[in-house]
T-cell receptor, first 113, second 112 residues
């Protein structure tokens, strides 16, 4: 158990809908990261927050947004969903904001039908 | 743009032998490198890391080697065990951020 909690574990929704994925980082971790893993693909970096502030942005679509709340949990919002958004979405957390390992949650499997 | 590449999608080795997983990167500004292991239906698990000021880091059966001039790193597992069978990802980041860029992964199978 990495200490990072992601909910829900599975989500099935229709095209055009909006969903929210939630992540609770390890106790004491200030950085939260979101990654997307499509079928048989590597992990694509989406976005990083550090202590509530956006720190780095990767290949995140405009239809996607995220935030980190004062209690350090984070949410990833996916809107106007398309079939191609079906993927595993991972959240990770770390104490520091750089040169450190991150600990991953078990992921949320999103299926868009 | 794939800045971190793992060109071998799979690797099969015999139990007790050495497993060598390779990774290449294109961004010369990367200064921190990591290896993660992933089992099905689980999130990636951190294995070992190395800073660009070093060329080797060892932790038990796992050793990571970094060749900065070649922009290449490798993970050695000695001796390999069946429980090591998993997908291995290498990742790299550039200071001051920690937006780790991952390779596509190599599936390691260790046969008894």
């Amino acid at each position: 158990d990495s200490g990072v909690t992601q909910t829900p574990k599975h989500l099935i929704t229709a095209t055009g809908q909006r969903v929210t994925l939630r992540c609770s980082p390890r106790s004491g971790d200030l950085s939260v990261y979101w990654y997307q893993q499509s079928l048989d693909q590597g992990l694509q970096f989406l976005i990083q927050y550090y202590n509530g502030e956006e720190r780095a942005k990767g290949n995140i679509l405009e239809r996607f947004s995220a935030q980190q709340f004062p209690d350090l949990h984070s949410e990833l919002n996916l809107s106007s969903l398309e079939l191609g958004d079906s993927a595993l979405y991972f959240c990770a957390s770390s104490v520091l904001s750089s040169r450190t390992e991150a600990f991953f949650g078990q992921g949320t499997r999103l299926t868009v039908v | 743009d794939q800045q971190v590449k793992q060109n071998s999608p799979s690797l099969s080795v015999q139990e007790g032998r050495i497993s060598i997983l390779n990774c290449d990167y294109t961004n010369s500004m990367f200064d921190y490198f990591l290896w993660y292991k992933k089992y099905p239906a689980e999130g990636p698990t951190f294995l070992i890391s190395i800073s660009s000021i070093k060329d080797k880091n060892e932790d038990g059966r796992f050793t990571v080697f970094l060749n900065k001039s070649a922009k290449h790193l490798s993970l050695h597992i000695v001796p390999s065990q069946p429980g090591d069978s998993a997908v291995y990802f290498c990742a790299a980041s550039e200071w001051p951020d920690n937006d780790m860029r991952f390779g596509a992964g190599t599936r390691l199978t260790v046969k008894p």
